[in-house]
């Protein structure tokens, strides 16, 4: 784990938190960013593929099961910031096709729950033309809070 710089954590308030910003060894390199930003409570997982620990993407026309190595990676990120899956209040998608993800509602349902149970926070989905990792079809983000 790695120490940030300080941030302003309400602006006016003068109240500044450090940030720490955390790459699991557990989830891929990290080159240019980091997994996990926390400060003041708060913990920002940047955007978890279907990648393996190596960074290769998990089976790249599958969406199910990236989804379900994706969302595992969302729980790694998590349990690194000392977060559990029902500390998550957002959750993000960015899916390549929504039309895929329809199809493997079943599958993603039964992943998800493996991970988060019958935890239901915030969630938004969103079609993107693509990912930065070209055979990626899904990438998750969320937003936790740890109390202290």
């Given at each position: ?52 620990a190596s ?5 790249p026309a ?87």
């Open positions: 784990m790695r120490s940030g710089f300080p941030i302003i954590v309400a602006p006016g308030s003068g109240k500044a938190a450090m940030v720490k910003l955390i790459n699991p060894s557990r989830l891929s390199s990290s080159v240019g960013f980091s997994h996990v930003a926390e400060a003041a409570g708060w913990v920002w997982l940047g955007g978890q593929i279907g990648a393996d960074g290769r993407v998990e089976n599958d969406i199910a099961v990236q989804f379900a190595l994706a969302i595992r990676n969302v729980a790694t990120a998590l349990e690194a910031a000392g977060c559990q899956p029902e500390n998550v209040v957002k959750l993000t998608y960015y899916v390549t096709d929504v039309a895929a993800y329809r199809a493997a509602l079943k599958p993603i349902g039964q992943s998800y729950r493996e991970v988060f149970g019958r935890h239901f926070p915030a969630s938004s989905l969103f079609e993107v033309k693509g990912l930065f990792d070209a055979e990626a079809m899904i990438e998750i983000e969320c937003v936790a809070f740890r109390e202290s």
